[in-house]
């Protein structure tokens, strides 16, 4: 099979992103939107490629490493990548300006795989590897480790505000698009391929929303109810703030908050898109009047969950403690603001436990007027079959990114059968 054509366009547009994220630290997602706007001419095929390239190598970087040696480049890389994907042959890049195209390919035909140790052949750092492999057992990482490796599904999550799934389902399936039920979200549907949604008219009516089936089941497990006064603590972008306020059936009061302005801002459109009146957005730093309902705390985290999507942040240093400390913080900030016989919602799309089960547990022995709720009979209570104290969603076992929720009442102090409160 001939390879590809690979364009000078495509070529540098590739290596500049990859070394941008890998050297930089940005984010590929947001440089490749940036560039594709600046650049029109570029198709839908070759925005294709290039993205291929780059996520290609994001995805399998510890492996190319190690076959184009301690001083490569990010052009190597791609390089590497490009040979082993087919989207170009050695001559091909030696007239894109990569000098070493031979090198680069007889290296990759004769590397030795079995140089590489369990961590590098699936990309995954060695300390994060190494708990892993502690936590959940060696088999089980090597599962984790290549689920991780694969692209994430399009899942879209169905606004009730606005349509049923049977509705929204036959209006993508005339637009040509094969989707189906989510297995465990009752408003999911996944997509089949990938597609830009933007041109779609039940996007752009508001009758889907991009989320992932496992963030829909967290916003499931705060269960909330049409009144009710909610807050959806480290909101971002809103995907979670819209979720909720389709279960709200739009009426009570959704406040919508995070420590970046920025992500916020990418929520008011969504909102008016989705016809989700019942969301405030508060300024960073202000705190929601009066006691609620129930609060939702998506806490900032490693991001180990979202690796199929997010590859580079496989790249960041990480400092468990200080996340793990950051969290708990948080999460006693919002505990404060929840009425008593209210309820509260930890969450991470973090894989590791010194984030999830361990802050909760720190969390508990600080506030004894909070107690841990079962997870799955919340769930069941929606339709949703997912037993288990807390919510943990793994892509290997579930087809979702990887998340960890739990759910926690606080003690009603009208109530003669709660624990008594320490302070």
Known sequence: ???????????????????????????????????????????????????????????????????????????????????????????????????DADVLARRLQCFDASRLTVAQRFNVPDAIHARWCTELGEPETARLAQALMAQAPVDLRVNTLKATRDAAQSVLSAAGLDARPTPYAPAGLRLQRRVALQPLSAFRDGWIEPQDEGSQLLALLVAAQPGERIADWCAG???????????????GELFAMDADARRLQRLL???????????????????????????????????????????????????????????????????????????????????????NQGVVARFLAMREDFALDDAGRILATQGVELPGRWLELYPHRHGTDGFFAAAMRRADTSSACTRPSAR
Do not use: N
């Open 269 to 355: 459109p969504r909102m008016q898109r989705a016809g989700a009146h019942c969301v405030r957005v508060l300024d960073p730093g202000a705190a929601p009047p009066g006691a609620l309902d129930a609060v939702l705390v998506d806490a900032p985290c490693s991001g180990s969950g979202t690796w199929r999507r997010q590859p580079e942040a496989r790249l960041k240093a990480l400092d468990l403690a200080a996340l793990s400390e950051l969290q708990t913080q948080i999460l006693q900030r919002a505990a404060d603001h929840v009425r008593p016989g209210g309820r509260l919602v930890y969450a991470t799309c973090s894989l590791l436990h010194a984030e």
């Open 237 to 251: 972008a809103g995907g979670k703030t819209l979720a909720l306020a389709a279960q709200m059936q739009d009426r």
């Open 1 to 99: 099979m001939s390879a590809r054509r690979l364009f000078a366009a495509q070529w540098h547009l590739a290596v500049a992103t990859v070394e941008a994220v890998v050297a930089g630290g940005r984010s590929a997602d947001r440089l490749l939107q940036s560039a594709f706007r600046e650049q029109r001419k570029m198709g839908a095929r070759d925005r294709a490629l290039v993205t291929d390239l780059v996520y290609g190598v994001l995805r399998d970087l510890r492996r190319l490493q190690c076959i184009a040696g301690a001083a490569a480049t990010a052009q190597q890389w791609c390089a590497l990548r490009a040979l082993d994907a087919g989207i170009a042959d050695a001559a091909r890049l030696a007239a894109l300006g990569v000098a």
